[in-house]
């Protein structure tokens, strides 16, 4: 299984995660959405598409922009359709 650790807490897992470029992306219902707040940052891959920002809040910690999703991605990427995906100090483990 799966999980994505910030703060000492357990903040998504699962046993259906995708793996591209290096990054774990974890399936919209294995978010512990308690912790996610959307942000209003988006950037732009050539092949994904445009990518949506979620911040991350364990107790009063706020960790900006630290997960990602492609809500409606190219053709390319479409299997992974909100999957989220994390960086910025996010520990994934296999």
């Known amino acids: 299984m799966a999980k ?3 703060q ?5 897992e699962s046993n259906n995660t ?15 959405q308690e ?17 949506h920002y979620y911040d991350i809040k364990v107790g009063d ?3 900006h922009d630290a997960a990602w999703t492609y809500r409606q991605p190219k053709d390319a990427a479409r299997h ?3 999957y989220v995906a994390f960086w910025r ?3 994934v483990k296999k």
């Open 4 to 6: 994505a650790i910030w």
């Open 8 to 12: 000492g807490v357990v903040i998504a």
């Open 18 to 32: 995708k793996e591209i470029e290096g990054n774990l992306y974890f399936p919209p219902q294995s978010l512990k």
């Open 35 to 51: 912790y996610f707040q959307s942000s209003k940052t988006t950037s732009v891959c050539s092949w994904k598409g445009t990518a």
């Open 61 to 63: 910690e706020i960790n």
């Open 80 to 82: 992974i359709a909100e």
């Open 89 to 91: 100090g996010v520990e």
